[in-house]
């Protein structure tokens, strides 16, 4: 099983139309979780960071799950400039390491 | 507001060639890595420093070198450039252990391609 994954896609989904994703995580010991949006060819930006109790950023709301261990991004009133791949990626404690696994992202393809 | 800076953006070598990548960030940061990146995969954490001086192993750490002299500066190396390691490299500073909860900050990237 992979350290973290996440369904590829793509989500092909209307302008205005509310999409999820979800990312889960092989380890328990993991601390931290963010999700990343990247587009073509360019770097990964921080969308938001994933907090225990969930966290909201204007149209985008993140959530953990523990006890299932995964992650979910929940994007409402979707923008064609939403178009991009999100990356999950999780930081695993270890003993002296400090090891951020990214998924292999899921593509979302907003359409007009 | 630089951030992470990469240099250079795009470089072509040929089998053998060395060459460095560098990374500069202007946040203070104590971490920074370098990974790359190539189609249908994940990034893939090369090397990693914790701070100044101090550089060590990721996943995937063959055929690269580091070296953190100074503190906003992180230099990844290849000694012998292989057709293999024709990627998008990424560096980022930022993050630190999983309880601090503080994410990384990536440059924009250089395209490497090795003939």
Not at chain 1, 28 to 44: G, I, M, N, V
Not at chain 1, 92 to 107: A, C, E, L, N, Q
Not at chain 2, 75 to 98: H, I, K, M
Request: charged share 20%; hydrophobic share 30%; net charge positive.
């Amino acid at each position: 099983r992979k350290e973290v994954e996440q369904d590829p896609g793509p989500f092909n989904v209307p302008e205005g139309a509310t999409v999820a994703f979800n990312c889960t995580y092989s380890n328990s010991a993991s601390q931290s979780f963010f999700w990343y949006r990247q587009d073509c060819r360019k770097e990964p930006k921080l969308l938001m960071s994933v907090y225990s109790s969930g966290n909201e950023d204007g149209r985008f709301t993140a959530q953990l799950n523990r006890a299932s261990q995964y992650i979910s991004l929940l994007i409402r009133d979707s923008k064609l400039s939403d178009s991009a791949t999100y990356l999950c990626v999780v930081n695993m404690v270890g003993s002296g390491t400090y090891k951020y696994i990214f998924g292999t992202g899921t593509r979302l393809k907003v359409l007009a | 507001n630089a951030g992470v800076t990469q240099t250079p953006k795009f470089r072509v070598l040929k089998t053998g060639q060395s060459m460095t990548l560098l990374c500069a960030q202007d946040m203070n940061h104590e971490y920074m890595y370098w990974y790359r990146q190539d189609p249908g995969m994940g990034l893939r954490l090369i090397h990693y420093s914790v701070g100044e001086g101090t550089t060590a192993k990721g996943e995937v750490p063959d055929g690269y070198n580091v070296s953190r002299l100074k503190k906003q500066n992180f230099l990844l190396g290849l000694e012998s450039a292989a057709p293999s390691q024709t990627s998008v490299y990424f560096c980022a500073s930022g993050g630190g252990t999983g309880f601090s909860n503080q994410p990384q900050h990536f440059g924009d990237g250089t395209r490497l391609s090795i003939l």
